[in-house]
């Protein structure tokens, strides 16, 4: 049995003329104990797809389930086997970080002292701060502390949405320890994130723009699919340079990565000499290129062109 189950799930926002299609015939499923990411930027439809799938929403059109319990007509049956963790911060601020956690726990008819162990490797890193208002707290403390009360009642499914969006990066990286550590203890969990990234570090990934989605497998597979080589091309004036490789007769697309631009072509062409030319003659200095392995940001923008 599928952990999770989406079927042709649809849901819109706004009056007749100004409609919006935030989840456009959605469909997936996700495995039982399996580590499954909703990758797209703001505005994808991550949120609303969360919403229904913890019973706070519901769709216009299809149907989804959670542990076999369908998400309209056993809503609470799914609350008690699902834990949420939405975007911002949940808890109350004005409680401090035990008494968040007991509230939850009592919530759910449990106690921190009941499931402990579930949470003991996470909640050790905030214990010292136990008696400090959740307000008081820093971004990555309030992320930890929002997961211990997200799992206090020993859910047997986890969603995450955003959970590292706003926090530093190595709180992000202590976060994906965390889940990864999670796995291991059996709980299915679905995370969504605009961190293109955060896409390796899950078992398999869902692709998602303008409510729909593009692609669904592992990380590696979506890598291994993109087949046209890419090129990193580096100069002093980065963004007339950006400009200039767009108008490159050969160019199929061009995007801004970090301190590069990623170059792909409509013709498979190993001459560098002949972009090298090209922008020498468009009076760039320092010009340096190279091929690139694709990562999961070039697959997402070829998808978004050819959708």
Sequence with gaps: MHAIVVNNIVKTYGAKKEMIKALDDVSFNVQQ?????????????????????????????????????????????????AGYMPGKFSGYQDLTVEENLEFFATIFNTSIKANYDLVKDIYIQIEPFKDRRAGKLSGGMKQKLALCCALIHK?????????????????????????KDLKKQGITILVSTPYMDEASMCDRVALMQSGKIMSID??????????????????????????????????????????????????????????????????????????????????????????
């Design 155 to 179: 859910p047997a499914v986890l969603f995450l949405d955003e959970p590292t969006t706003g926090v530093d990066a190595v709180s992000r990286k202590e976060f994906w320890v965390m889940l």
């Design 33 to 81: 104990g399996e580590l499954f990411g909703i990758i797209g930027p703001d505005g994808a439809g991550k949120t609303s797809l969360f919403r229904i799938l913890t019973t706070l929403l519901l769709p216009e059109q299809g149907s989804a389930s959670v542990e076999g319990f369908d998400v309209v007509k056993d809503y609470k049956e799914i609350r008690k086997r």
């Design 218 to 307: 592992t990380p590696e597979n979506i890598i291994r699919n993109f087949k046209k080589p890419i090129w990193s091309v580096r100069a002093d004036e980065m963004y007339r340079l950006l400009n200039d490789l767009k108008q490159y007769p050969n160019t199929e697309s061009c995007n801004s990565f970090g301190e590069f631009h990623h170059l792909v072509l409509k013709n498979d062409d190993p001459d560098q000499h002949k972009i090298l030319n090209y922008l020498e003659e468009h009076e760039h200095k320092n010009i340096s290129i190279k091929t690139t392995k694709p990562n999961i940001e070039d697959c997402f923008m070829q998808l978004m062109e050819h959708h």
